[in-house]
């Protein structure tokens, strides 16, 4: 069962917060972990994605997989209001596998002044 | 930067009628793929291609489907008989290569169907 669980939201913070979003799964084949930011009525747009396990960072972003707990996480430093968006989750196999990715429902953040 | 990009932006059809989303990927592009979202709902995965050939298709991507790519830069969805439950955010999306590099999808902005 390819199922990607994360909770839609909203979550609110004031601006300069830590954000923290998470989803977790249940397929053990996932391999690759990606992060989308959504603006309403926009298109996904690929933020980050991390192989198997472990950290990865990109200015404000930082993603981090917990294989064993099959946990993904996407922090958010010094949130800003043009942060506020829908941040969906999504991960694919390897090779041999499905590449296709599968999508969580997507958290809404909103960042107030 | 080059971008994805998808008409028409809005769509409105009756039930029954047929519907073709337009799409033109980025250009160095090989692979490509067209989702859906349902008011609400995940972004759900419909159908992928390459080579001219359907890669790999969900339980969604029924007969009333079929994708084409009609010349080098289009790539199309149609939907031969709408239904009500079709009504949906539909989303173009392309890589440079596919296989363990199918995870680097750039989408585009989406054609939003209305089926009344």
């Known amino acids: 069962q390819k199922e990607v669980e994360q909770d839609p939201g909203p979550l609110s913070v004031p601006e300069g917060a830590i954000v923290s979003l998470n989803c977790t799964y249940s397929?053990?084949?996932?391999?690759?972990f990606m992060w989308y930011r959504q603006y309403s009525r926009k298109g996904p747009e690929l933020l980050m994605y991390?192989?198997?396990?472990g950290n990865k960072e990109d200015g404000r972003f930082t993603a981090q997989v917990d294989k064993s707990s099959k946990y993904i996480s996407l922090f958010i430093r010094d949130s800003q209001p043009s942060d506020s968006a829908t941040y969906l989750c999504?991960?694919?196999?390897?090779?041999?596998?499905?590449?296709?990715?599968?999508f969580g429902r997507g958290t809404s953040l909103i960042v107030h002044p | 930067e080059p971008e994805v990009t998808q008409t028409p932006s809005h769509q409105v059809t009756q039930m029954g009628q047929e519907v073709i989303l337009r799409c033109v990927p980025i250009?160095?592009?090989?692979?490509f793929y067209w989702y859906r979202q349902i008011l609400g709902q995940k972004v759900e995965f419909l159908v992928s291609?390459?080579?001219?050939?359907?890669?790999?298709k969900s339980e969604i991507f029924d007969d009333q489907f079929s994708v084409e790519r009609p010349d080098g830069s289009n790539f199309t969805l149609k939907i031969r008989s709408t239904k009500l439950e079709d009504s949906a955010m539909y989303f173009c999306?392309?890589?440079?290569?596919?296989?363990?590099?199918?995870?680097?999808?750039?989408f585009g902005p989406g054609t939003r169907l209305t089926v009344t």
């Open positions: 999306a392309s890589s440079e290569r596919g296989g363990d590099f199918s995870h680097e999808q750039y």
């Open positions: 397929n053990s084949a996932f391999q690759y």
């Open positions: 991390t192989y198997s396990s």
């Open positions: 999504a991960m694919s196999e390897e090779s041999g596998g499905s590449y296709i990715p599968t």
């Open positions: 250009s160095n592009h090989l692979y």
């Open positions: 291609f390459y080579n001219n050939e359907i890669s790999e």
